[in-house]
């Protein structure tokens, strides 16, 4: 893989602030992902990601196991809603 970052882009649904967080390759699944770790590090209250109305899933490998330490799927050329109201 190339040195190139790619970055996440996320709206903070409680500000409307958009923020980057660091994907990286995951070699075994031949995908980009984001680490929910980073994500929560961002957003502390972070209860769901989402692309519209639709929830992004967690990553998963190529037989459709989750990919561990949590994350979800780097999505190129979108920003993901991050959900982080207080309930």
Partial sequence: MTGE???QSLRQLSTG???Q???YYHPDSHQHI???DDLTQAFPNLTTVRDGTTV???AR???QHFIE???IKYQSDKTLDA???KK
């Fill in 5 to 7: 970052n790619h970055l």
């Fill in 21 to 23: 967080v660091e994907a």
């Fill in 34 to 36: 984001v680490l929910w």
């Fill in 83 to 85: 959900d982080d109201f």
């Fill in 17 to 19: 602030q958009v923020f």
């Fill in 56 to 58: 992004v899933p967690r």
């Fill in 69 to 71: 330490p949590r994350c």
């Fill in 61 to 63: 490998d190529n037989a």
